[in-house]
């Protein structure tokens, strides 16, 4: 009987362990961040900084990596702004048992297949705090300029720790414009910068982000339980808002919102990783 007994305390402490252990590694990987966002984490809930008035962002990001390195860069701009996240997604069941290369090349394609971030929604405060398409076209091109012959997603079987790509998307806040993915990963850090090579424009009109001034960085991090998955803007030499025939567009926030709807996408990707 006290065996039994002892048996049963001892699994129960060990599912207590359990959960415990993701909010623990966390921070063990961000050691720098509040109690208040360990608890947004362990929630679910996405945590972010920005820059302006003084703002710190590289918190967000696992020292060494090389999100981190550019968080660090964007947060000593003294022009434009930048906004830090970060997340934590637990592994799903399929994810766990697999071993960490093939997890690498798993989310690496999950992340490259942004043809399913065609509908991508986002809520509006414009349109009263409704839902609306983001993102209506996304697709890779052949070359920089070449829109005649878009491609499918490409499928990787080897784990590239280099890689480069031109996207063509088309989104409601700045119409159709090109882009170049370049991806500097490792065995554990998944790091794809987007730069703009085309301008945002606002109502098709009015130029918001010259070509080059905008800087979009996704990543992932691998923990031993659970992915950190990171998101940097940064926009140089540009001030926050924009003001075109009274309408003013509040760039930060424009961005965030993007990062949001990245994110709400990305976890709906990695669900679908058998």
Same mark, same amino acid.
């Given at each position: 009987m006290n065996k039994r007994f002892l048996f049963?305390?001892?699994?129960?402490?060990?599912?207590?362990?359990g959960l415990f252990a993701a909010p623990d590694e966390v921070r063990k990987a961000l050691p720098n961040l509040t109690e208040a966002e360990y608890q947004a984490l362990e929630e679910g809930q996405m945590v972010y900084g920005r820059t302006i008035d003084g703002g710190k962002i590289a918190q967000y990001f696992v020292e060494g990596s090389e999100a981190a390195k550019r968080a660090t860069?964007?947060?000593a701009q003294e022009s434009g702004f930048s906004i830090g996240a970060v997340s934590y997604i637990?592994?799903?069941?399929?994810?766990?048992?697999?071993?960490?290369?093939?997890?690498?090349?798993?989310i690496f394609n999950a992340i490259?297949?942004?043809?399913t971030q065609e509908g991508l929604t986002y809520i509006s405060w414009r349109a009263g705090n409704k839902e609306k398409v983001l993102i209506e076209k996304s697709s890779y091109m052949e070359d920089s300029k070449n829109l005649n012959k878009l !491609?499918? $997603?490409?499928?990787?079987? &080897?784990?590239?720790y280099?890689?480069?790509?031109?996207?063509y998307q088309r989104d409601s806040s700045f119409g159709g414009n090109r882009y170049l993915h370049t991806y500097t990963n490792t065995d554990k850090e998944i790091f794809v910068e987007i730069s703009n090579i085309s301008n945002l424009k606002v109502l098709g009109l009015f130029t918001a982000v010259k070509s080059g001034q905008l800087s979009i960085i996704m990543g992932t991090?691998? !923990?031993? $339980?659970?992915?950190?998955? &990171?998101?940097?803007?940064s926009v140089r030499d540009r001030s926050p808002e924009v003001s075109v025939l009274g309408l003013t567009v509040d760039l930060p926030s424009a961005f965030r919102r993007r990062i949001v709807a990245l994110q709400n996408?990305?976890?709906?990707?990695?669900?679908?990783?058998?």
């Open positions: 049963i305390v001892l699994l129960c402490l060990l599912c207590v362990a860069l964007a947060q637990p592994y799903s069941a399929a994810l766990q048992e697999k071993q960490t290369p093939a997890r690498q090349l798993a490259r297949a942004i043809s !491609l499918p $997603d490409p499928v990787a079987t &080897v784990f590239p280099t890689a480069e790509s031109y996207v991090y691998q !923990l031993e $339980d659970g992915l950190l998955l &990171v998101a940097l803007t996408w990305f976890i709906d990707q990695l669900a679908t990783i058998h």
